[in-house]
């Protein structure tokens, strides 16, 4: 059974740290390139960040750039996503999402396969 499930969501102040973790099974994560995604309250699901199969090349948000750090344990089938430097727009459920048969990550989320149930960032104060 393909499964995806986040941890690691939680309340934390402004300017804190978090590091969420998506934990694959059923299949080889080895060869999906695979992203992270938010969605808050009222608002459309973003892309956050994205790592690639074919040489772990990383893509990031604007919004996030400089503060969230992607990346992948393959042996353990492990995504990582650290947050630092939380802000309260940063507040959203946020999800880990794969696709198989890319190199490099996709143009946009619908190419993704799998996707995990999604965990809750809150930063507030």
């Known amino acids: 059974q393909v499964q995806l499930v986040e941890s690691g969501g939680g309340l934390v102040q402004p300017g804190g740290s978090l590091r969420l973790s998506c934990a694959a099974s059923g299949f080889t994560l080895d060869n999906y390139a695979t992203g992270w995604f938010r969605q808050a309250p009222g608002k459309e699901r973003e892309g956050v960040s994205c790592i690639s199969s074919s040489d772990s090349s990383t893509h990031y948000a604007d919004s996030v750039k400089g503060r969230f750090t992607i990346s992948r344990d393959n042996a353990k089938k492990l995504v990582y996503l650290q947050m630092n430097s939380l802000r309260p727009e940063d507040t959203a459920d946020y999800y880990c999402?794969?696709?198989?048969?890319?190199?490099?990550?996709?143009?946009?989320?619908?190419?993704?396969?799998?996707w995990g149930q999604g965990t809750q960032v809150t930063v507030s104060s």
């Open positions: 999402a794969a696709v198989g048969g890319w190199g490099d990550c996709p143009p946009s989320s619908y190419e993704y396969e799998y």
